[in-house]
């Protein structure tokens, strides 16, 4: 069992600045990944990026340019380093692993999810 927990999202004025947390425990995650998705209210998950533990990363377009993915295996951490937030950024943001490397773009390649967290972008 793995399980996830995130953490960090609040209200934050456009152009601002975020970083959330994923915290993992129960199982070491190494030879995997971690994504991250985001849902706004109506819509389906949407990819926002991943990361194996290894360190490579892979970011939507949407938010390439603009978001950091990172990890500290040492922490069992993952984060997202949001910059130049826009309202469209508006949404629940999940932390997702799955315990085998995959491109992992979609959210069906993953095995745990967290319960979310909120970040608002206002304008």
């Known amino acids: 069992q793995v399980q996830l927990v995130e953490s960090g999202g609040e209200l934050v004025q456009a152009g601002g600045s975020l970083r959330l947390s994923c915290a993992a425990s129960?199982?070491?995650?190494?030879?995997?990944?971690v994504g991250w998705f985001r849902q706004a209210p109506g819509k389906d998950r949407e990819f926002v990026a991943r990361?194996?533990?290894?360190?490579?990363?892979s970011y939507s377009s949407s938010v390439r340019g603009r978001f950091t993915i990172s990890r500290d295996n040492t922490q069992n951490t993952v984060y997202l380093q949001m910059s130049s937030l826009k309202p469209e950024d508006t949404a629940v943001y999940y932390c997702a692993a799955r315990l085998q490397l995959s491109l992992g773009l979609l959210p069906s390649e993953y095995d745990y999810w967290g319960q979310g967290t909120q970040v608002t972008v206002s304008s």
């Open positions: 990361i194996s533990w290894s360190g490579t990363p």
């Open positions: 129960g199982r070491t995650l190494v030879n995997g990944i």
